[in-house]
């Protein structure tokens, strides 16, 4: 039997523990404030809007790019030596190639990190280890990782938790 957590009214005090019920502002800056964080949980509010705003940067970053790439074809074809087609054609696909390449370079990498760290930490919650990541690498495995997020808080995940999180315990001596 597991037990799930009440979502509390507001932000925890600290970034060491979930934030069950947050908004999508909220969500957002613990993705960018737990950058690279792997310990710890994320609740499901967490995971999900981080995963909507990169859906919406991505969206923003992929209309912007084919703006530019097709605007970078333009501009080579148009300045170019029309005697030879071929090489205005192969001009146009390598320049195109490098401005997406380095587009979604600068869009996807700075998302990376902290994309894998709130999967992690979303798979803590649910009380599996953040290893079960690795499941993307194989075909299909990227929608197991979405099904255990979807998955309810388990109690016992909170033993992902940083020490800092806990509450202390006094020792005494007997």
Do not use: C
Not at 127 to 144: D, E, K, M
């Amino acid at each position: 039997m597991h037990t799930v957590y009440d979502a509390p009214a507001h932000e925890p005090a600290t970034l060491d523990l979930p934030f069950y019920g947050a908004s999508f502002g909220a969500s957002v800056r613990r993705f960018f404030r737990k950058y690279a964080v792997f310990t710890g949980r994320a609740s499901r509010s967490e995971f999900w809007w981080a995963m909507l705003f990169q859906y919406i940067v991505g969206t923003i970053a992929g209309a912007v790019l084919t703006v530019v790439v097709i605007a970078v074809m333009a501009s080579v074809i148009v300045g170019a030596d029309q005697t030879d087609p071929a090489a205005t054609v192969l001009e146009a696909t390598v320049a195109s190639t490098v401005v997406m390449v380095v587009g979604l370079a600068a869009f996807t990498l700075p998302l990376l990190l902290p994309s894998i760290a709130v999967t992690v930490r979303r798979l803590h919650d649910t009380n599996r280890s953040g290893w079960w990541y690795l499941i993307s690498l194989i075909p299909f495995g990227g929608y197991a990782l979405y099904v255990f997020a979807a998955l309810e808080t388990d109690a016992a995940g909170s033993r992902f938790d940083s020490q800092r999180s806990l509450p202390q315990l006094e020792h005494t001596a007997s």
